[in-house]
Each structure stands twice: as structure tokens, then as C-alpha cells.
């Protein structure tokens, strides 16, 4: 009965941890979830509110779930959290808690284009982060989602943002691609993945039906308004990116950019066998948010 399954959640105030929350418990699946501040919980939710996740309050009441799903994460370092800290370490602690509760399932978000033979720190962290999983033992499914879209995610928010100014800057050429997947299909398929056998210890791309370049997404986001999209320097991009810790675009949104990574949409689609949400056409149906 998928009402009997209990699943522990990190990073509960995230936005794929807020929309999956709300996913689950409208399922009516007993969920316990975990942020370091106080939050509001959903129908058939525990809450736990710990700044370090330590293991006296959180052990007894995560005993035996059915699966965790790990949403701590961050993509942007500074000198009190950097890559190391979190994404390795804070994923290390939350792997020897899984195990010592006797956890049936491992679910985590790395990064599309994360591989064996990255050089760049936010990948290897994310991959040093899939090998803890991988090596505990734990049946773990590890997804690598590309731009998870939906109404409240930060780059949605930032083009919102751009357009009440009137204008979106588009760093370089905005010849790169990208490969956004909608956040209700990202929902469903971390479900299936703790409740079908066939995610069993898989690495599989979290991407869309669509591949469009940045240009593109932009012009159709803003479809229908009066922005100008402005090209900027790539030079002139990183280095607000590297002297301003505020910027729009932080060090590695450019790297991840201009990476160009490709994700195989198919093995995808074939593990879940549902219609896919596509997001090009929710934008030129003008039903995205
Ligand atoms: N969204 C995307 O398009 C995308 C794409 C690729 C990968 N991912 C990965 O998917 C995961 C979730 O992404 P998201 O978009 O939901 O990110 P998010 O909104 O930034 O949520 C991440 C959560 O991590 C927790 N966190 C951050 N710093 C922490 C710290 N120092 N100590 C403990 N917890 C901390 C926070 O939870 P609390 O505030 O509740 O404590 C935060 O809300 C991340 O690992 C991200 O790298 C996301």
C-alpha cells in the first residue's frame, strides 16, 4: 500500500523538497522532513527543525523509512560553506545516518554533467557526493537533473525579475542548450523511483523532452512582453560573477552554462513510462506558471 511507504526528505525548505513534499502528501505518504529552520509542515508530515542534522534528535524518528531523499545541496560557495562542507561531507553524515536507521532507499539530485573526468570543483564535489551513495550499500537511485523549472525556482524567479526591469541579460552568445524538465514531472518520478524496483542502484539524467538553447528560452519566457534581451560579454560576466557574490549569475551557473551538457531524455523515459510535461510548450501556450 503506497500510504503505508514513510519517506524521510533533507533540505525541506528547498524548492524541489517543498514541491515534493506537497506531491507526497497529497498521496498521503507519511513523510519526516528536515530543514535547519522552522517551516510549515503538510498533512502526514513530521518535522524536524535541526541546524546540524545531528544524529541524537534525528536517528529514532527516521528508524527504517522506506527511502530519504537528499535535497541539501548548494551550487554557489563562500567562506563559510563551500563545496567540500556540504555537498561531500554534509551527504557523508546523511549516508551513515541512513545506514544506521536501517534505510530501505537512498534518492539523490547531483548535476547534469557530473562524470568521472570533470575538472570543475562543483562537479567533482556532486560526483565524490554519488560515490558515498554508490559505496554505502544502500539501493540508491542518483538523478542528474538539468534545469528544474516550475513557478517558484530561482531561474524562473531571476527572468521574472528581469522582466519587470525590462530587460534580460544573456551572458555570451546564448548558443548553449539547456534541458529544462517541469517540476511536477521531477516529483513524480522521485516517487517512482522509491517505489518501482527498476531505479535499483541507477544513475539516470533528470532532463526534459526539449533541448533549446538559452537564447531561445529566454525569447519564448518573455514572449508576448516588451523586454530587450541583451548579450553580455562573457568576460564581463564572469568576473561581476567572481567579484560580486551577489550576482545573477554566480562562477559556476556560467560554467554549468557553457558547459553545453547533454542528458539522455530517453533511458529516462523508458524507466518511467509516463507523457512528459513539455516545457517549450507550456511556454508558447502561455500556461508555464
Ligand atoms: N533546481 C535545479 O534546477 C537543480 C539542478 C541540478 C541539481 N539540483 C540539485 O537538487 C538539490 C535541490 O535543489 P533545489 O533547487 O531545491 O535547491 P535549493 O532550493 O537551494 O534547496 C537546497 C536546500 O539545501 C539546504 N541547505 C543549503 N545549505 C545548507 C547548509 N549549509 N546546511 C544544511 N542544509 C543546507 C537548504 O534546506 P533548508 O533551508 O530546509 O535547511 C536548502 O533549501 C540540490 O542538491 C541541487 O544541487 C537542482
Known amino acids: 500500500m503506497e500510504n503505508d511507504i514513510q519517506i524521510v526528505i533533507t533540505g525541506a525548505s528547498g524548492f524541489v523538497a517543498k514541491n515534493l513534499r506537497r506531491y507526497l502528501s497529497g498521496k498521503n505518504i507519511k513523510l519526516i522532513s528536515i530543514s535547519r529552520n522552522d517551516f510549515k509542515s503538510f498533512k502526514n508530515e513530521v518535522k524536524i ?7 541524537k534528535s534525528i536517528l529514532p524518528i527516521i528508524q527504517n523509512s522506506d527511502a530519504l531523499i537528499h535535497l541539501v545541496g548548494i551550487g554557489k560557495q563562500s567562506i563559510q560553506t563551500d563545496y567540500n562542507m556540504i555537498n561531500v561531507e554534509f551527504t557523508k553524515h546523511i549516508v551513515n545516518l541512513s545506514k544506521k536507521a536501517k534505510i530501505k532507499k537512498f534518492v539523490y539530485a547531483s548535476g547534469l554533467g557530473v562524470s568521472g573526468n570533470t575538472s570543475l570543483g562543483y562537479f567533482i564535489s556532486k560526483y565524490n557526493a554519488e560515490q558515498l551513495i554508490i559505496n554505502s550499500g544502500i ?20 527572468l521574472n525579475k528581469q522582466i519587470k526591469k525590462g530587460i534580460i541579460e544573456i551572458p555570451g552568445s546564448g548558443s548553449y542548450s539547456i534541458q529544462p524538465i517541469h517540476i511536477n514531472d521531477v516529483v513524480k518520478i522521485f516517487f517512482l523511483s522509491v517505489i518501482q524496483t527498476n531505479f535499483k542502484n541507477k544513475i539516470i539524467d533528470l532532463v526534459g523532452p526539449d533541448m533549446i538553447t538559452f537564447e531561445q528560452y529566454v525569447k519564448l519566457f518573455s514572449k508576448g512582453t516588451k523586454t530587450k534581451i541583451k548579450k553580455i560579454n562573457l ?47 507550456l511556454l508558447k501556450s502561455g500556461r508555464f506558471s
Request: proline share 3%.
Open 235 to 281: 568576460e564581463n560576466a564572469y568576473h561581476t560573477a567572481i567579484t560580486n557574490s551577489k550576482s545573477n549569475f554566480g562562477v559556476d551557473d556560467l560554467n554549468i552554462l557553457i558547459g553545453n551538457f547533454k542528458g539522455n531524455h530517453d533511458k529516462l523515459r523508458k524507466i518511467t513510462k509516463f507523457p512528459f510535461q513539455s516545457v517549450i510548450e
Open 139 to 158: 539501493n540508491y537511485t542518483i538523478f542528474r537533473p538539468s534545469y528544474i523549472v516550475g513557478k517558484d525556482d530561482l531561474f524562473t524567479k531571476y
Open 49 to 55: 527543525v535541526s541546524r546540524n542534522y545531528d544524529e
